[in-house]
């Protein structure tokens, strides 16, 4: 919907999605996927407990498949039963961002991870309008989450440090337009080490407190070790709408992978990795509290 030029926002996919989780306490599962298989997985764990989703791919998906990817999501996600939307977690440079913005059919959401440039609040401002313009919602890293994960920069081999994320900071950030805000509160991309996550909650309910009437807020760093039911919900009470995850499904595809491979004709093979995914996403799904959701968005 276009009025004036500037198409409504408000009606993006992506975005209604996760205000209606934010509005009734629950999160909507992003899974970050990186094959034909995940994303079939994450279409039908959706579909089967009638829970809205968001697909998410890596800018690794654009240059590795030159687009290939994005539509069979975009396919998946449109073809679904269920409110299902499409991202683009951490584009991490404006070439991409603007890559991934000028798809025809492509991605209903960006993320705009500017977080390891100094002028990270600058880069966003101006990859926001640019997103917006083409009826593209993002999402934004003020500060900065530690590690890396596969498909996106680590840090620490970038030579820098997190950044936990001030009300401040956030609120800088807001006015650049985002509609998600992904706050750095002690989550880790990839490996949280012996002690496990050590969460600063009260900086999350802060950063809540200073913009949730604004934005909704994004869980990254929900590595499946450690965040299981107790931790997502903890976050969601302090008001995360959107939980990204990783390799709490996609670690079940390298799994049947390394046990089957050779035993089992590759038809079969795919089959049972795509169920075991799916299986997976599920879990989470209840978890969120997301099942069923789909039959109450409007
Ligand atoms: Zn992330």
Known sequence: MISNGVPDLSQNKAVRLVKHAADNGYAICATCCYNVE??????????AKRSPLIIQLFPWAVTYADGILVHAAREAADNASVPVALHMDHAQTPEMVKRAANFERGFDGIMVDMSHYD???EKTAELVKYCNERGIVTEAEPGRID???????????????????????????VATGINWLAPAFG???????????????????RVHK?????????LHGAGAEWF????LRE????????????????????????????????????????????????????????????????
């Not at 995940?38 to 579909?47: D, K, T």
């Not at 299981?228 to 931790?231: A, F, I, P, S, W």
């Not at 049972?272 to 996403?281: E, L, P, V, Y």
């Open 228 to 231: 299981q039911e107790k931790l």
């Open 187 to 205: 989550n880790v991309h990839g490996n949280y080490g012996p002690k496990g996550p050590q969460l600063d909650y009260e900086r999350l309910k």
């Open 38 to 47: 995940g994303i079939l997985a994450s279409v039908r764990a959706a579909e």
């Open 119 to 121: 002028d990270n609040l």
């Open 210 to 218: 200073q913009v949730g009437d604004r934005v909704n807020l994004v």
């Open 235 to 298: 976050c969601i009470e302090c008001g995360v709408a959107k939980m990204n995850i990783n390799d709490a499904f996609n670690n079940d595809f390298t799994r049947i992978m390394q046990e089957q491979a050779g035993k089992t004709p590759i038809t079969g093979l795919i089959e049972k990795a795509t169920d075991a995914m799916q299986k997976s996403i599920e879990q989470y799904i209840d978890w969120m509290g997301s099942t069923g959701m789909a039959d109450k968005i409007q």
């Open 147 to 173: 590690g890396g994960e596969d498909g996106v920069g680590d840090l620490s081999e970038l030579g820098l440090e997190a950044i936990l994320t001030t009300p401040e900071q956030a609120e800088e950030f």
